[in-house]
Structure formats: structure tokens, C-alpha cells
């Protein structure tokens, strides 16, 4: 498997994908925005679009479609209840079906709400997985719930879908938020040295060329995974002093959501 990621460079730092089978060139296209430069790698590099996936109905991931549609005759995957929010939609996604491109590409599908109720995931059956997740979660931080979504629902999809993946897994999101996350962690929890050095040595990173984490990794510098650190919890009790002493980890993600969408 192949996989690239193409920085669109656009004010809303989105980050697209392209993921190709080595053996017959056969390629998948994540959320492909910023379809022209999409179109453009796939070309250098012989390679031909057949799957469009989009991750969710937002139109910052659903906006390139028309034109990749029109210049591959692509089909166009997501979640099977997001028909009507995206027009060019040809086939409905459910947990654990299969994408298969190539003789050599199969990932599988993860439902995923919280950022909306029509999210999914998709999970590269690899030695080495990769999670291309869209805005559920990003480097060091999750995505919010404005536009159609519920805290809940994330809280559950990263206690019981995310955090039960391999630490290897390879994260793969939908835009590069890493240093204002990474800031927001160390403000929750300003002990955590992995959060301050990697933000050291990552505040002169290209995006076009952006680090690409583990879940162990995330495990160790996003907060919303870590929802029984003392220091993240007595910091919470400061701004929420009704917080239990020992809240329960729904009760920690709910207050960290709810700060960061005002941070």
C-alpha cells in the first residue's frame, strides 16, 4: 500500500489522501478537496483514481468531488446514511465492510461518530495499520461536534473503537491542527514533557512534509486519551470545582471537549 498526503495549503489546513496499489497502480482518493492537486500526483505518478471516499458530509472534504468525479468517472463512498448530504454519493459504507483497491489494498470501514452521525474511518489491513480519520481524530486532539455531531458519540468512538487499535497504528487526519492542540494539552496538563518536546521540535514542520504520529504516541500527547491523569483531572476541577473528586472518563472528555471548543 501507498499512501500520500497531499497538504492542500488552504486556510482551513486540510490535509487529502491518495492510496495506491503498488502492483497495478489502482488508487483510492480520502477526501480529495483540492482536487487539482490530486488529479495532478496521480498523474506523475500513473496511477488511476477509481474510489473516492469521504470521510463525512462537510463540505471542506465533500467540495472536490464534482471535479474528480467528472475526470475519473470514480465512485463515491461514505457513510450509508449520508446519501442525501452528498449528491455525488454512489454507495452507502457500513462497519466492517471492505474497500478493496488493486490486488493488494483492503481497508476496512469503522462507523465513527461524534464530529457527525455520519462519520467513518477507514483501516488499512497492513502489518502496520494506518487510520485515515477525518476530523475524528487529529494529532493530539479530537474533532468537535458544532455541525451535527454529539460529544457522547466521540467520547465513545475513542474509549471503544480508537483506543482498541494497535499502538502502531499510523494516523493519518484530515487536517494538520498539531501545535494548536499540542498547546491546548500542555495548558490541561503542563507536566506532559512527550506534548512539549514534540512541539519543540515540530514548530518549524512543513506541512507538506508533517509528522505522522502513532496512537501510541497519541496515547502520550493528546489529552482527550488521557482521561486519568491526575494533573489533567485536578486541572479540571479548577475550572469545573463540582467535578467528583474521581470523575468517570466520559465525564473528563465531556469537560475537555467543552473547553476546547472555546480555546
Not at 470521510?55 to 449520508?82: I, P, Q, S, W
Not at 459504507?93 to 481497508?107: C, H, N, P, Q, Y
Not at 506532559?192 to 512534509?209: G, H, K, M, V, W
Not at 501510541?216 to 467535578?243: A, H, K
Request: charged share 25%.
Amino acid at each position: 500500500m501507498i499512501v500520500k498526503q497531499i497538504w492542500t495549503g488552504n486556510a482551513y489546513r486540510n490535509f487529502n489522501y491518495l492510496i495506491a496499489c503498488p502492483e497495478t497502480g489502482e488508487a483510492l482518493a480520502v477526501d480529495p478537496l483540492d482536487h487539482g492537486k490530486c488529479l495532478a500526483h496521480a498523474r506523475d505518478q500513473g496511477w488511476e483514481i477509481t474510489r473516492i471516499v469521504n470521510t463525512h458530509e462537510h463540505g471542506d472534504h465533500t467540495g472536490g468531488n464534482h471535479e474528480m468525479v467528472a475526470a475519473t468517472g470514480a465512485r463515491v463512498l461514505a457513510h450509508h446514511k449520508a446519501q442525501r448530504a452528498i449528491p455525488e454519493m454512489t454507495d452507502g459504507l457500513s462497519a466492517g465492510d471492505v474497500v478493496r483497491i488493486g490486488k493488494t489494498v483492503e481497508l476496512e470501514v469503522m462507523d465513527t461518530p461524534g464530529h457527525t452521525m455520519s462519520h467513518v474511518c477507514l483501516l488499512s489491513h497492513t502489518d502496520t495499520p494506518g487510520l485515515f480519520c477525518g476530523d475524528t481524530l487529529f494529532n493530539a486532539g479530537a474533532g468537535n461536534c458544532h455541525n451535527g455531531g454529539h460529544p457522547r458519540e466521540l467520547y465513545d468512538t475513542f474509549v471503544n473503537q480508537l483506543d482498541q487499535l494497535p499502538g502502531s497504528t499510523r494516523i493519518y487526519p484530515g487536517h494538520d491542527y498539531l501545535h494548536n492542540n499540542l498547546r491546548f494539552t500542555l495548558e490541561r496538563e503542563p507536566g506532559n514533557t512527550d506534548a512539549r518536546n514534540l512541539l519543540s521540535d515540530t514548530l518549524n514542520q512543513d506541512p507538506a512534509d508533517a509528522l505522522i504520529t502513532t496512537l501510541e504516541q497519541e496515547r502520550r500527547i493528546n489529552t482527550f486519551f488521557r482521561l486519568d491523569s491526575p494533573e489533567v483531572i485536578g486541572r479540571l476541577r479548577l475550572e469545573y470545582p463540582d467535578l467528583d473528586p474521581e470523575p468517570d472518563p466520559e465525564a473528563v472528555f465531556l469537560k475537555l471537549r467543552e473547553l476546547r471548543n472555546s480555546w
